[in-house]
C-alpha cells in the first residue's frame, strides 16, 4: 500500500516564486530517497495557493524523507514565514 500526501501552501503574493523555488528544492531531495514514487509542485492559476504532492511506497519511506525535508527547513504542518495562513495538509493511502 502506497502512502502519499497533499498539501496546500499560502505564500504571500511577494514570496510566491521564492516559495515555488523553495518546493522544488526540496521535491529534488525526495526524489532521492529510498521508496520515493511521486513528486509534484503545482499552482493554482490565480497563484494564491502552491500544491504540493508526494507518494512513496510506504508510510515508513514518507516519514524518512520527511525528515530530510525538515533538515531543509520545509515541515509538513505549522506556517513558514513565506506563508500568509497555515497549510492544508492531507494524508492518503492507497487501495
Do not use: I, N
Amino acid at each position: 500500500m502506497s502512502f502519499g500526501f497533499v498539501a496546500f501552501h499560502y505564500p504571500a503574493p511577494e514570496h510566491l516564486e521564492e516559495f515555488v523555488r523553495d518546493c522544488h528544492q526540496v521535491a529534488e531531495a525526495a526524489r532521492r530517497q529510498p521508496g520515493f514514487l511521486s513528486v509534484g509542485v503545482w499552482v493554482t492559476p490565480d497563484g494564491s495557493a502552491v500544491v504540493t504532492t508526494g507518494a512513496y511506497e510506504s508510510k515508513e519511506a514518507f516519514l524518512a524523507a520527511a525528515e530530510v525535508g525538515r533538515e531543509m527547513g520545509a515541515t509538513p504542518d505549522g506556517l513558514s514565514e513565506l506563508e500568509v495562513r497555515p497549510r492544508e495538509v492531507h494524508f492518503l493511502v492507497s487501495r
